[in-house]
């Protein structure tokens, strides 16, 4: 495992280079590769020097010198290289280690002029005017922004120290899963605690029912001029499909008597808040599109979904994992009793407000998988969304290099989260060994039966 590591002065990348290095880690620093420098041009290791130095190698042998010659020093794979400011540095050590991670070591500025040592100046303003130079003029700036991973240090040393160890252990499981093409989405749907998404019935789901309605599914043309297959084929078995009605928690709307009404401005206004959250691009015009739905849950057929934000990402313990959408939605009906050929479904569900997020295949390992999951469901619980069993639905896409990609639906508790991607790990390789065991055979032609 290489790890680089970057920050601003006294963020504290000395202090994680020398606990690391009690963890069985070599450490390279760049200014060691400096001083040696220094040596053989017969000057003294001064900090005037080391920067005048540096300068004129990376003049004579290009941007990523200092890349190339820390290379040089590593003789394993277990390397700490502390001090990178380059992105050409980074380029050059990760055409030869691709998998090398950059740590961003990030601390408050109070706290880092509150940890200066003797060889720092103890005016405030020359202290952090480096800073400027440093991410400026020196491209320290850019290095940061190509970080895989951030890690804040405003705490006490032990704290730190935790951090570090967990970083190291979710690294080092990250390459086992790796090993095994391991990729991991999740897809989180979090019911908003608002009125209707497209009329003005309660969201509460505590009222009896005082009538039901009886229905049937058929197959119509749709708007490109044909029949769909799925709707046809569901057709065919004349399920019937019952409906529960209620007094303020249904509507015209829900029995699709009557049209939707103007979408729910506090539900939007939440996913648009949501993609700020995620760092997600919003779309200039937003529109309501339609998903056909053959098992009747939905009245009119199909559910109602508004795309709000894509692009966008989470920060976590292994970089950030890619947010592909967010989309505001309308909650299905949920079954109340299911017969062999009947539904008997409670309208008081169908139209709850949803923000659904998907993720991108970005996470790495079960573990990660979890912790990306609850740090999703901290930020959806800094809005007004409901609480309790089936409020909130994870569903976790999973895949291993040579098998095929499954979903797995309908989490509710984040606690088996970790076990059950793991077991679905070991499924699929399980079946790939299977796979490669069962020798090929050839149909031959049977005459005279």
């Known amino acids: 495992m290489i790890i680089i590591l970057t920050g601003l002065a006294r963020s504290g990348k000395t202090f994680a280079a020398n606990y690391l290095k009690e963890k069985n880690f070599n450490v390279l ?72 991670k950059l740590i961003f070591i990030d601390a408050r500025p109070d706290i ?17 005017s480096r800073d400027m130079i440093d991410i400026k003029n020196k491209g320290l700036g850019k290095v940061i922004e190509m970080a895989d991973i951030k890690l804040e240090n405003n705490g006490t040393e032990d704290e730190f120290k935790n951090k570090l160890d967990m970083t190291i252990e979710n690294l080092r499981e990250e390459e086992k899963y790796s090993k095994l093409g391991v990729k991991i989405g999740i897809e989180i749907h979090q019911r908003l605690n608002t009125k209707k998404l497209f009329c003005n019935c309660s969201s509460d789901q505590k009222e009896k029912s005082f009538m039901i309605v009886k229905r049937r599914l058929n197959s119509s043309v749709g708007e490109m001029g044909k029949v769909d ?49 995620l760092h997600c691009k919003i779309p200039d015009e937003i529109h309501v599109m339609r998903k056909i739905v053959t098992d009747g849950s939905n ?51 169908l139209g709850i407000p949803l923000i659904e997020i998907a993720t991108k295949p970005d996470i790495k390992t079960p573990r990660h998988a979890k912790e990306v999951a609850e740090r999703l469901g901290k930020l959806l619980r800094s809005l007004n969304v409901q609480r309790g069993i089936g409020s909130i639905r994870q569903d976790i896409n999973v895949s291993v290099k040579g098998g095929a990609r499954t979903e797995i639906k309908g989490f509710q508790e984040l606690s088996e989260m970790e076990k059950t991607i793991r077991s679905e790990i070991e499924r699929q390789i399980a079946l790939i060994k299977i796979k490669k065991k069962v020798k090929p055979f050839k149909m031959q032609e049977i005459k005279n039966v």
């Open 112 to 128: 880092r002029f509150s940890r200066r040592n003797e060889k720092d100046p103890n005016n405030r303003k020359v202290f952090f």
């Open 29 to 100: 620093t760049f200014s060691n590769i400096l001083i040696k420098e220094c040596k053989k041009r017969n000057l003294e290791p001064t900090k005037m020097n080391l920067s005048i130095v540096g300068d004129k190698l990376r003049k004579e042998l290009g941007m990523g010198a200092l890349g190339r010659l820390i290379l040089k020093e590593i003789k394993s794979d277990n390397y700490i290289l502390d001090g990178s400011r380059s992105v050409e540095e980074i380029e050059e050590i990760k055409k030869k280690y691709p998998h090398a």
């Open 299 to 349: 009245t009119g057929g199909f559910q109602r979904t508004s795309l709000v934000g894509l692009n966008g990402y989470i920060e976590s313990s292994l970089g950030k994992v890619g947010i592909s959408s967010i989309c505001v939605e309308e909650e299905a009906a949920r079954i109340d009793e299911k017969k062999e050929n009947e539904i008997i479904y409670k309208l008081n569900g």
């Open 229 to 277: 297959r799925a709707v046809s084929f569901e057709t065919k078995k004349k399920k019937e499909f019952i409906y529960k009605v209620y007094e303020n928690e249904s509507c015209l709307v829900e029995l699709d008597e009557e049209p939707p009404h103007e979408m729910n401005r506090e539900a939007l206004v939440m996913g648009i808040q949501m993609c700020k959250l």
